[in-house]
């Protein structure tokens, strides 16, 4: 799956998701989850938008002086 069709079905399952309640959720974490190969807990992140996909994290903590 490339990255701009998985950048789509993501956009589209975020729009759905947000419209469950709580057992159709726990349905499209599972179809999200099992569709793209990851653990439950990143699908959740990934779905209500907590994590950026393919960009690298800002480094966190204090600057080095």
């Known amino acids: 799956m490339s990255q701009t069709s998985k950048a789509q079905y993501l956009e589209n399952c975020r729009r759905r998701y947000l419209s469950r309640n ?13 569709t793209m190969g990851w653990e439950r807990k990143h699908t959740i992140k990934v779905l209500n938008r907590k994590v950026s996909l393919g960009n690298r994290a800002k480094k966190r903590g204090a600057k080095p002086s």
Do not use: H, L, R, Y
């Open 22 to 34: 709580w057992q159709g959720k726990s349905a499209m974490i599972d179809e999200v989850s099992d």
